[in-house]
């Protein structure tokens, strides 16, 4: 339930409604605007709550929450959420970059690069050091090692780092190293590592799970907010389809879709997204123009030789070419890069 007080409600009014909310077996979540103050009562929404909650002292009106999925609603809140951490702000004018490796290799490897991409305009550094790997055989990533060059990379460069983590119980090592902690396609629908993120507050990019519905997705994200931290950044990274010119399809109507139903930021992955090298500059472009408040991008400096996803890596002279033409998207779009 949305509860919208009067402009000239006052703080005794506001917290009285804030514990008839709880008393209802529901969760507050004050939002303070310029004009008036509106109280989202977090919960089952069954009958009867109107009547419970208009008569309060203060209240202007009452309004049900219609997407199964509140805090991530834009009917909560007019206001866009902002994820920033170190120099990455995610969600305001100037378009993201995380740009980075499929995996972490070494240290020389991930200090070379990050410190290539922090030139180029990068203000993330992606990395897996924990990789989820099709096949048991390949390459599973250096895992605390990784974490351990990660951070080399940011002290180095100062590029805020994104890496996944995929197990509940690697939550607080990972947020050790950690600016963002990313959630892979694979386990978007991991409830209890869901959980596990949203209790560490760290900043988190949830990324779509491969044949995840938008419902289904911003549900996953709102088992983060309900844990009480709010910096989730949704990513497109491609679907499964029928379609095999591609690794998945990379829907780009997703990007305005979830601006209209949720007030997160929305981060595309044209990487994952196509799986092609030589497609990754196109779609971040149509990215761009979508209205993506960022990117993700995977750069190596030997394509062919790296570890894992060389194929849909990009070099360090593609993406330089990349950001040259986004910016000019980005402008042409009222955003800056
Ligand atoms: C990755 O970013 O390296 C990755 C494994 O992505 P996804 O979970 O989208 O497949
Ligand atoms: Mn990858």
């Given at each position: 339930m949305i509860v919208v007080m009067k402009p000239d409600a006052t703080a005794e009014q506001i917290d009285h409604m804030e514990s008839h909310i709880r008393s209802l077996g529901m969760s507050p979540q004050v939002l303070r605007g310029t004009q008036r103050t509106v109280i989202a009562a977090i919960g089952e929404e069954r009958d009867g709550l109107v009547e419970a909650l208009e008569p309060g002292e203060g209240v202007e009106r009452v309004l049900p929450i219609l997407a199964p999925y509140k805090r991530a609603s834009s009917e909560l809140t007019s206001e866009r959420t902002v994820v920033s951490t170190r120099g990455l702000v995610v969600g305001g004018v100037k378009v993201a970059v995380i740009a980075g490796p499929c995996s972490v290799e070494s240290e020389e490897q991930i200090v070379s690069i990050a410190v290539i991409l922090k030139a180029l305009g990068a203000t993330g550094l992606r990395g897996g050091a924990f990789k989820p790997r099709t096949s048991p055989y390949s390459f599973q990533g250096h895992k605390e090692d990784g974490l351990k060059m990660l951070a080399t990379a940011r002290d180095a460069t100062g590029l805020a780092i994104v890496t996944e983590v995929m197990a509940p119980e690697h939550v607080p090592l990972v947020a050790r190293y950690a600016d963002v902690l990313q959630i892979g396609a694979r386990n978007m629908q991991n409830y209890q590592l869901l959980q596990a993120v949203g209790d560490s507050g760290k900043a988190v990019l949830l990324k779509r799970g491969m044949s995840a519905t938008i419902e289904e997705f911003l549900l996953a994200a709102e088992y983060i907010l309900d844990?009480?931290?709010?910096h989730v950044m949704l990513c497109e990274r491609g679907i499964r389809t029928f379609e095999d010119h591609t690794r998945f399809t990379l829907p780009l109507a997703t990007v305005p879709y979830l601006q209209e139903k949720s007030h997160l930021p929305v981060v595309v992955d044209p990487s994952h997204g196509t799986g092609k090298a030589r497609l990754v500059t196109p779609m971040a472009k149509a990215s761009v123009a979508a209205g993506a408040d960022g990117l993700i991008i995977e750069v190596h400096e030997d394509p062919e030789h790296a570890m894992s996803d060389g194929s849909q890596t990009i070099t360090p002279a593609a993406f330089s070419q990349m950001m040259a033409m986004c910016q000019r998207i980005a402008e042409a779009v009222d955003r800056t890069m």
């Open positions: 844990r009480g931290n709010p």
